[in-house]
């Protein structure tokens, strides 16, 4: 069980588009579409941005995207606004009942 | 709209237990949906802790099983998280959420608590 990999940082302009990646194996992000992302501000709870891979909860922006390819997934910030600073997190079902998470993406709007 | 809120205490010795408890409103835990808990070592990334149906079954993080218990208490609409012989790699925030998805267990945490900060030092 081990976790998976996230570029510490990632950085945009405001308008542009921001795609963060998120490796795992065949064993988790490779074999299951249970992947899902989630933004977390300083200090509060982390909020679920994407689910199954790439749907949205009812209320999250459709600037908000997911997908994946082999043993990587990827969620992607389209039209970026300053209020998407924030830290963001993938997650993976990886079998036999366990969830595992990414270290976690740092987000900046330049 | 479920809500989710963690209590216990904030301070732990180390080699003690630390135990937590979930208090779930808007919802009844007996409707469906597996329920767990998450932490977060200050400054650093999410850990799965382990999660429970209201029939009690059970799963938790391989790596933290040998010291890990999650109960419901379904008179009570609340979970609780036990963990013994802590340490000061113990230290986190601890989220409780709800798990949404279509496989057994749950894949995915659609609401969360606001979260507690617990510190182990003697």
């Known amino acids: 069980q081990s976790a998976l990999t996230q570029p510490p940082s990632a950085s945009g302009s405001p308008g542009q588009s921001v795609t963060i990646s998120c490796t795992g194996s065949?064993?988790?992000?490779?074999?299951?579409?249970?992947v899902s992302w989630y933004q977390q501000y300083p200090g509060k709870a982390p909020e679920l941005l994407i689910y199954?891979?790439?749907k949205r909860p009812s209320g999250v922006s459709d600037r908000f995207s997911g997908s994946k390819s082999a043993n990587t997934a990827s969620l992607t910030v389209s039209r970026l606004r300053a209020e998407d600073e924030a830290d963001y997190y993938c997650?993976?079902?990886?079998?036999?009942?366990?969830?595992?998470f990414g270290g976690g993406t740092k987000l900046t709007v330049l | 709209q479920v809500q989710l809120q963690e209590s216990g205490p904030g301070l732990v010795k180390p080699s003690e237990t630390l135990s937590l408890t979930c208090a779930v409103s808007?919802?009844?835990?007996?409707?469906?949906?597996?329920w767990g808990w998450v932490r977060q070592p200050p400054g650093k990334g999410l850990e799965w802790i382990g999660s429970?149906?209201?029939?009690?079954?059970?799963f938790y993080n391989p790596s933290l099983k040998s010291r890990v218990t999650i109960l419901v208490d379904v008179s009570q609409n609340q979970f609780s998280l036990k963990l013994n012989s802590v340490g000061a790699a113990d230290t986190a925030v601890y989220y409780c959420?709800?798990?949404?998805?279509?496989?057994?267990?749950?894949?995915?945490?659609?609401?969360w608590g606001q979260g507690i900060l617990v510190t182990v030092s003697s």
């Open positions: 997650s993976s079902y990886a079998g036999s009942y366990d969830l595992i």
């Open positions: 065949s064993s988790d992000i490779g074999a299951y579409n249970y």
């Open positions: 429970i149906y209201h029939s009690r079954t059970t």
């Open positions: 959420a709800r798990l949404g998805g279509s496989i057994v267990g749950g894949s995915y945490f659609d609401h």
């Open positions: 199954e891979v790439n």
């Open positions: 808007d919802y009844f835990i007996t409707s469906g949906y597996y």
